[in-house]
């Protein structure tokens, strides 16, 4: 699942997860993001601070009261983990609420999870941003998991071949990304995520990693940038709709799950929102066009269903 599932409590309730680690070879903890836990420490899921990671194969119980309300969210606290989907909503509600007046609906289906998304696992967008070879943006934003994609991949396999070179060489120096006299000084593998993904020299032609290396081992110099055309041929990836009924208050949680610490500017169309809560704490309320948020924050906001019947993109 991505997100993973949502935990909805009341204040004070006592919270308990089983976390069985099915990577093969990474540890993991799971960190409970915006609960204290100033009497259950060792529940934060912090590796090597407050815990150690939960070796493959194994299992660790999580045993912690629910003691702050508001809008958080667990995710996995060890390497990119989060970054490839381990995030799920944790919602702690009061009943003593102080804003309850300002909506008629408090509901689970209107928890709305934004996150950056990567065509590439989110250790290797990391670590090239680290070293200077990419950038830390990302390729589309996806709202609960779903999200469109058009446009061009942000990965570009490129081969820069010398003047004077040998036009073969052996699959063995393919794989060792080094040739005799530098001939190959970039090949990195493309995701293809769908089955319109084209290159630009062949048009209406699909493409695979054995492609890439045919046209190396051939002494290709093309540069080659996948594409993804928006046709008939295209999946039909659904977006996250919210339904909603004219005339009524809905109050919304938005959180930030995303790992580049690029912001994410929320709003509605033809719609203000009312801001009641930022990271589970209230706030005085007040009436905004548009919401900028960063990994880890939180939002809760009304909305007032007060157009005309329709369809309003986020």
Known sequence: ??????????????????????????????????????????????????????PPGQEFRYNFIAENA??????????????????????????EEIHEKLYDYDM????????????????SVFTAHHHGKGDNKPSNILINGKGKYFGNMTKVVETTMTQNIEKNFNQDDFENETTKDNVLTTVEPVTITSSSLLFE????????NNNILSDVESGNTRQKRSLLVPDDDSPLVPYEVFNVAKGHRYRFRHI?????????EISIDNHTIMALASDGNSLEPIETTFLVTYAGERWDFVVNANQNVGNYYI
Do not use: K
């Open 70 to 95: 508001g809008t958080h969210f667990w995710h996995s606290h060890l390497g990119m983990q989060r970054g490839d989907g381990v995030y799920g909503a944790l919602i702690v509600r009061n009943p």
């Open 108 to 123: 689970s289906e209107h928890i709305l999870i934004t996150n950056d998304w990567t065509h590439m696992p989110s250790t």
């Open 256 to 264: 930030n799950a995303g790992f580049l610490n690029c912001p994410i």
């Open 1 to 54: 699942m991505m997100p993973g599932p949502s935990i909805e409590v009341c204040l004070n309730d006592t919270i308990i997860v089983d976390v069985r680690n099915h990577l093969m070879s990474e540890g993991t903890t799971i960190h409970w993001h915006g609960i204290h836990q100033r009497n259950s420490p060792y529940m934060d899921g912090v590796p090597h601070v407050s815990q150690c990671a939960i």
């Open 201 to 208: 020299e062949q048009t209406q032609e699909e493409t695979t």
